[in-house]
């Protein structure tokens, strides 16, 4: 039975990253998806990198500002090795906001400013520019300079780069358990095979608590979503209370999204997109002469503290890198380099603590 030096389960952008990580390293990889490979939370993302502020869980800013940091070296290394452009975008994002809670990091501005930015979110009023009817006057904006990323292109380029390392890759395999002996992990096993490693790491996203013999906390948390064309030409991503939309180089806006308990339920619901959407006019009117291109729904892996689980489990060789929620796009490289780090027995240079999968262990 052929053996690699490390299995990685599941095949979004975390086990791809760090299955790319791992072979810098010398390791030979293989990765067990259940599906196709970036097909199922990677896949649905919006790609905003929002690396501070109250979106990011306050044991998690460190890590998110580093991986906000690296983002083009990482992209750009993805590019290189793949032969596929990755938009990235790194005109920032406009916050509108009633309660005027703005990032540190960001820069309230005026409707004047707002309409420099973005035209279609203003309208002439009373012989200066003033909010759109829906943005009253107690509700102000703040320019935040971040970046978004075209998640469906990363996954692209992360798979082809990924080939291009000779990370081997078994599509339709889904992990049923671990081989373990002596609380040493030696394995998975799927229904079609078992394959062998010393090192084994779990980072099936939203099923990676179904995968046995011990079992984590990670729960799916399903967004709905839905993408536009034919509309106006939004060049910075826009956040509001209710909803966001982040627009792509070829002209789509994505617009999002939800939080539902819903299970592993993917379907989409008319009135729900319909909400989305009449949300989405309401910041940026032009929208209503736009049409629906797609709609689709994902499911994050969500954990009882809302952080993510990395690192070594009580069985020996068997480490987790999931649980990443709305982050998983934002978080790769750095999960990538933390965890290759922690795999090899290297210090790490973060305080990975408060994200040990000993947390769980009663």
């Given at each position: 039975?052929?053996?690699w030096?490390?299995?990685?389960?599941g095949?979004?952008?975390?086990?791809?990253?760090?299955?790319?990580?791992?072979?810098?390293?010398?390791l030979?990889v293989?990765i067990?998806e259940?599906?196709?490979?970036?097909?199922?939370?990677?896949?649905?993302?919006?790609?905003?990198?929002?690396?501070?502020?109250?979106?990011?869980?306050?044991?998690?800013?460190?890590?998110?500002?580093?991986?906000?940091?690296?983002?083009?070296e990482?992209?750009?290394e993805l590019?290189?090795?793949?032969?596929?452009r990755?938009?990235?975008?790194d005109?920032g994002?406009?916050?509108?906001?009633?309660?005027?809670?703005?990032?540190?990091?960001?820069?309230?501005?005026s409707?004047?400013?707002?309409l420099?930015?973005?035209?279609?979110?203003?309208v002439?009023?009373?012989?200066?520019?003033?909010?759109?009817?829906?943005?009253s006057?107690?509700?102000?904006?703040?320019?935040?300079?971040?970046?978004?990323?075209?998640?469906?292109a990363?996954?692209?380029a992360?798979?082809?780069?990924?080939?291009?390392?000779?990370?081997?890759i078994?599509?339709?395999?889904?992990?049923k358990?671990?081989?373990?002996?002596?609380?040493?992990?030696?394995?998975?096993?799927?229904?079609?095979?078992?394959?062998?490693?010393?090192?084994?790491?779990?980072?099936a996203?939203?099923?990676?608590?179904?995968?046995?013999?011990?079992?984590?906390?990670?729960?799916?948390v399903?967004?709905?979503?839905?993408a536009?064309v034919?509309g106006?030409q939004?060049?910075?991503?826009?956040?509001?209370?209710?909803?966001?939309?982040?627009?792509?180089?070829?002209?789509?806006?994505?617009i999002?999204?939800?939080?539902?308990?819903?299970?592993?339920?993917?379907?989409?619901?008319?009135?729900?997109?319909?909400?989305l959407l009449h949300?989405?006019?309401?910041?940026l009117?032009?929208?209503?002469?736009?049409?629906?291109?797609?709609?689709?729904a994902?499911?994050?892996p969500g954990?009882?503290?809302?952080?993510?689980?990395?690192?070594?489990?009580?069985?020996?060789?068997?480490?987790?890198?999931?649980?990443?929620f709305?982050?998983?796009?934002?978080?790769?490289?750095?999960t990538?380099?933390?965890?290759?780090?922690?795999?090899l027995?290297?210090?790490?240079?973060?305080?990975?603590?408060?994200?040990?999968?000993?947390?769980?262990v009663?």
């Amino acid at each position: 039975m052929k053996s690699w030096d490390a299995i990685i389960i599941g095949g979004g952008i975390i086990g791809l990253s760090l299955a790319i990580a791992l072979r810098k390293q010398g390791l030979q990889v293989l990765i067990l998806e259940r599906g196709e490979p970036g097909r199922e939370a990677s896949h649905a993302a919006a790609g905003m990198l929002v690396g501070s502020g109250g979106e990011i869980a306050v044991g998690l800013r460190v890590l998110a500002k580093e991986s906000a940091r690296i983002y083009p070296e990482f992209v750009h290394e993805l590019e290189d090795e793949s032969g596929m452009r990755v938009d990235l975008r790194d005109q920032g994002t406009i916050l509108i906001s009633g309660s005027r809670e703005f990032p540190e990091a960001a820069e309230e501005i005026s409707s004047e400013k707002l309409l420099a930015l973005e035209p279609g979110l203003a309208v002439a009023g009373r012989g200066r520019p003033t909010l759109h009817k829906h943005i009253s006057d107690d509700i102000t904006a703040a320019y935040l300079s971040e970046r978004s990323v075209d998640p469906r292109a990363l996954v692209g380029a992360a798979i082809k780069a990924a080939h291009h390392r000779e990370v081997d890759i078994s599509s339709g395999s889904e992990a049923k358990g671990l081989l373990v002996a002596e609380h040493r992990v030696s394995g998975v096993q799927t229904e079609r095979a078992l394959y062998s490693a010393p090192v084994v790491v779990n980072c099936a996203g939203a099923w990676a608590g179904c995968i046995g013999p011990r079992r984590f906390p990670v729960r799916p948390v399903k967004g709905q979503m839905l993408a536009v064309v034919g509309g106006p030409q939004l060049k910075h991503v826009v956040r509001a209370k209710d909803v966001y939309l982040v627009p792509r180089s070829d002209g789509r806006v994505v617009i999002g999204s939800t939080l539902e308990e819903a299970g592993y339920d993917k379907h989409t619901e008319v009135n729900v997109i319909h909400r989305l959407l009449h949300a989405a006019v309401e910041v940026l009117p032009s929208l209503a002469k736009a049409r629906i291109h797609d709609d689709w729904a994902g499911l994050r892996p969500g954990t009882p503290d809302e952080l993510p689980i990395l690192g070594e489990t009580e069985v020996k060789g068997y480490f987790l890198a999931t649980g990443h929620f709305r982050d998983g796009i934002l978080l790769a490289p750095i999960t990538a380099q933390v965890m290759s780090d922690v795999i090899l027995g290297k210090a790490s240079g973060y305080d990975l603590a408060s994200f040990s999968p000993a947390r769980f262990v009663k």
